[in-house]
């Protein structure tokens, strides 16, 4: 299955007028707004992830938002991988920009439970 396409970032100073971002915490916040849980900007995705909507140029993902913000760069075509795995995780020292092969290396072992005998569970392991 191809990988959807990652659409351009508005321009960082755009994002840097609109946004606040604590590279200690991860949180992103309305320009202006008091840093605290309670104002952290996005919506989760089924991935674990937070968008935002950024008016006049539609939703993005949060760790590309700030990875911009912070090092000034559109990641473009890159990944932007959680170092942790933790989707959720937008402290910029978990961030790192990659390749998909990279990316993937760093990708959770999933694990389906099966139960054959009485009150034993054997894992099985899906790469």
Request: proline fraction near 4%.
């Amino acid at each position: 299955m191809a990988r959807k396409k990652n659409k351009k970032l508005p321009d960082v100073d755009i994002l840097h007028e609109l946004f606040d971002y604590d590279p200690l915490t991860g949180g992103l916040y309305k320009k202006g707004a008091e840093p605290c849980e309670a104002n952290v900007l996005g919506s989760w995705t089924a991935y674990g992830h937070k968008k935002v909507h950024v008016s006049g140029h539609g939703q993005f993902l949060v760790h590309r938002i700030v990875f911009c913000m912070y090092h000034r760069q559109d990641p473009g075509s890159y990944f932007i991988d959680h170092i942790n795995g933790d989707p959720a995780d937008n402290r910029i020292h978990n961030l790192r920009r990659c390749r998909q092969k990279a990316n993937a290396l760093n990708l959770r072992k999933k694990v389906n439970m099966l139960s054959t005998i009485k009150n034993a569970v054997v894992g099985l392991a899906v790469l």
